[in-house]
């Protein structure tokens, strides 16, 4: 599985901006693969081995800076890689078109960061949704707690506070999907 070098680049970007004193430790614990990456120039438009620049990065960040929680690190630099990417043409559409909207297209926005993935909506109503990937090659919760986190921090950027997002079917869990349901007011 693959993740695009947009989202790459938000990982270290995260670490220096929330943890800038962690970060060259950080840095130091990549093991080479990843360290090839991180060290070198990240293309937005470019593929990266997910394994190597995502769940690796991610999980020593959670050791070092969230107390082993990969869950909670994940989600949290799901939120950062939504607040850094979402600005210009991508704000504006979360701006103009209503909450459905947005978490029904996001889904399809997130499938460009990540590849192979399958998104659909499995169901659908005025403040509440449930989404549904199949086709990911995760088992550590990494990249669903990225795009939960992703999703809640859109809604927050489009203005809603009250938003509650919930991973309600798991890959690490050992579900066959991933399903994120979102209940807005």
Avoid: C
């Avoid at 060290?39 to 394994?51: A, F, Q, R």
């Avoid at 209503?98 to 978490?103: A, C, G, I, K, Y």
């Avoid at 949704?129 to 927050?156: C, F, H, P, Y």
Wanted: charged fraction near 20%; charge should be neutral.
């Amino acid at each position: 599985m693959e993740i695009k070098g947009s989202a790459v680049r938000t990982i270290p970007e995260f670490v220096k901006t929330r943890f800038p004193e962690k970060f060259n430790e950080w840095f130091s614990l990549l093991p080479p693969p990843s360290l090839g990456i991180f060290s070198g120039l990240i293309k937005p438009s470019d593929w990266y081995n997910l394994h190597d620049a995502a769940i690796v990065p991610t999980e020593i960040l959670s050791n070092i800076a969230f107390n082993g929680d990969l869950n909670k690190a994940s989600w949290e630099s799901g939120r950062f890689g939504a607040e850094t990417i979402l600005h210009g043409m991508y704000k504006f559409f979360l701006m103009v078109v209503p909450s459905r909207t947005v978490v029904t297209s996001g889904g399809r926005i997130l499938t460009t960061f990540y590849r192979p993935v399958q998104f659909n909506v499995a169901e659908s109503g005025t403040t509440f949704t449930k989404v549904q990937m199949i086709q990911i090659d995760d088992r550590s919760g990494v990249v669903e707690n990225r795009i939960a986190g992703w999703i809640e921090k859109a809604l927050e950027i489009q203005g809603i506070r009250a938003a509650r997002v919930e991973i309600s079917q798991s890959l690490a869990k050992g579900d066959p999907v991933i399903e994120i349901s979102i209940i807005w007011s």
